[in-house]
């Protein structure tokens, strides 16, 4: 294998120092902007009110086989969670649904895992080594997402207790920040 030198080092006029003098400030005076806005730059809500009158068809079997549909948890909260092992930021945001599901223990409240196609023991595997007691439903076909519309993993619906889709959260979200559980409780109300 055969290096290749690194290249050599451009010779600065005169001129170089203050124009990299000026990107410097302009670049401290951008992130000084940004510090001092604080929450004027916060990002804008990342529940999307959903529009579509009724949800959309979901029957999915669980690990152990056993069916499930959305009619079947009329009367509760639903976090419905598209989702898949390989994807880092749908593990990542699992940690917080356990804390949001914790926090919420005894309300009408249910979390489904809708798996994106994987097979049953590699889902399976993975619901055994992270301790995940979250129902787990499988879509072997990926028909769920299609009907949902789901394009990023993770994405999340939030489901009032009429069985009505309310809100849409595309990617991963903490679901134990402030917003995410004050919106869940006034589904809750």
């Known amino acids: 294998m055969t290096r290749v030198p690194p290249p050599a080092e451009p010779r600065h006029s005169r001129t170089a120092p203050p124009a990299r003098f000026a990107v410097t400030m302009l670049g401290g ?3 000084a902007a940004s510090l001092l806005m604080g929450e004027g730059w916060a990002e804008p809500s990342r529940f ?3 529009k579509d009158p009724a949800a959309p068809h979901l029957a999915l079997d669980d690990l152990g086989g056993r069916a499930h549909t959305l009619a079947d948890y009329r009367g509760s909260v639903v976090l419905l969670n598209f989702w898949a092992t390989w994807c880092e930021p749908c593990r990542a945001e699992m940690v917080s649904m356990r804390a949001l599901q914790q926090r919420l223990a005894g309300r009408p ?6 798996n994106y196609g994987e097979a049953r023991t590699r889902v399976s595997e993975f619901a055994k080594r992270e301790s995940l007691e979250l129902p787990i439903l499988l879509d072997p076909n990926q028909d769920a997402p299609r009907a949902w519309r789901v394009r990023v993993l993770p994405s999340s619906f939030l489901l ?3 069985g009505h889709v309310r809100y849409g959260v595309i990617g991963e979200i903490d679901w134990v920040s ?8 006034e589904l809750l109300r």
Request: charged share 15%; aromatic share 8%.
């Open 160 to 162: 009032g207790p009429d």
């Open 29 to 31: 005076v951008v992130c």
């Open 48 to 50: 999307l009110p959903w």
């Open 109 to 114: 409240f249910v979390i489904l895992l809708v």
């Open 178 to 185: 402030a917003e995410a559980v004050r919106i869940v409780q």
